[in-house]
């Protein structure tokens, strides 16, 4: 798990906000009456730091994402979209919202908890898996998407770190979360010209400046079966720059040294997602329906134990995605810096406690 700076300077806002000598005052009494607060944190994302909270009649957990109003400050749209979204979704597949608070540092919004950890953290823990189970989880990745574009919402920031297991079983559901950077979209055809994304999973309409639709978060799909079925992503770079270059050029390979026991029908489905004209891309219920995904072709996938490969793919590309995102997002927190001048650099721990947490989080210690 990455320690960008990015994420130390969040959870050095977070401390001096929330962990006051006078605990009572931090959260909001409306919430407190309703929820207990606990230590532990869940994750911590670009914007918001997430914890477990539990209800006190239920003792039913959550997730309480807390999102500090000074590193939003002059992007409050980008929550009110966020809240707007949240309200409207409901989907076996989706994180979906049950109670919003707000205090005078932060806006608090509890949500389903997620206890069965990031897309690829739980599959490097994973023994083995073939190319069914990664077609079983895009499965759920593309219904979670054809409903939220039914809605006309475009989710915009689709990636391993917002795809999150509902519990540690091994036949979890997946569940798609922070539509921070969504907006939902007046017209069918509208298309956003704001840049954001991630930019290893940003479609080349979105660096062209020349698109912003539905058809960017096909492309995402694309991007995260790639790394599924192989380990690392079709798009790379030395540096920002070059990659932007790559994945502008809408080329990439399936490499035989890593793809020869892949099946041709997970290579057209992947081609399908990776279609440079967003016009041409495959969308969400179509993808759906495709013979990879519907598994009803018989002997369209191999038994392949993709595991091993992929794990050592994966090393190298969490160190990548680490790099990329902290360099992007670094220069929106410059306003931070006199700040939190005065905290001294003992976050890093922080940010391990919090990481170690997150995998070793388990829904019934906190219902015990
Ligand atoms: P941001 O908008 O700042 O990126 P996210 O909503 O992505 O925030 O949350 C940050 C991290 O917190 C996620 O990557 C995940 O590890 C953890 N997290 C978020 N939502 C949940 C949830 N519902 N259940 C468990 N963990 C969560
Ligand atoms: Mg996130």
Not at 190 to 212: F, N, R, S, W
Request: with cysteine.
């Amino acid at each position: 798990m990455p320690k960008s700076p990015l994420m130390k300077r969040l959870l050095a806002l977070f401390k001096k906000t929330h962990e006051k000598d006078d605990e009572a005052d931090v959260y909001p009494s409306q919430l407190t009456a309703d929820y207990e607060v606990t230590k532990k944190t869940l994750g911590v994302g670009s914007f918001a730091v997430v914890k477990e909270c539990i209800h006190k009649d239920t003792r039913k957990p959550y997730a309480l994402k807390i999102i500090l109003k000074k590193v939003i400050a002059g992007k409050e749209h980008m929550l009110d979209s966020e809240l707007d979204i949240l309200t409207k979704v409901h989907h076996s597949h989706i994180v979906s919202m049950h109670g919003l608070y707000e205090s005078v540092d932060a806006v608090y919004i509890v949500t389903d908890l997620a206890s069965g950890g990031e897309l690829f953290q739980q599959l490097l823990d994973k023994g083995s898996y073939t190319e069914r189970d990664a077609a079983n989880l895009l499965r759920q990745l593309l219904e979670g998407l054809a409903y939220l574009h039914d809605l006309d919402i475009v989710h915009r920031d689709i990636k391993p770190e917002n795809l999150l297991f509902a519990t540690k079983d091994v036949d979890a559901k997946l569940m798609i979360t922070d539509f921070g950077l969504s907006k939902i979209l007046k017209n069918h055809d509208d298309i956003l010209m704001t840049a954001c994304g991630t930019p290893g999973y940003v479609a080349p309409e979105v660096l062209l400046q020349k698109g912003h639709g539905k058809p960017v978060d096909l492309w995402s799909v694309g991007v995260i079966a790639f790394v599924l079925l192989s380990g690392y992503t079709p798009f790379y770079g030395e540096d920002q720059a070059a990659l932007f270059e790559n994945i502008m050029s809408g080329k990439y390979e399936f490499d035989e040294e890593y793809w020869s026991d892949i099946s041709d029908s997970a290579k057209n489905m992947i081609d399908r997602l990776l279609t440079f004209d967003p016009e041409k891309r495959i969308t969400a219920k179509e993808a759906l329906k495709h013979p990879w995904i519907t598994n009803e072709e018989e002997q369209t996938t191999t038994d392949t134990n993709l595991a091993p490969a992929v794990r050592k793919g994966l090393h190298s590309h969490t160190k990548f995605k680490s790099v990329v995102t902290a360099m992007t997002l670094l220069n929106q927190w410059k306003h931070l810096d006199d700040e939190l001048s005065d905290i001294s650099s003992d976050t890093d721990s922080e940010v391990e406690k919090a990481t170690s947490q997150v995998n070793d989080l388990d829904i019934h210690d906190a219902t015990a």
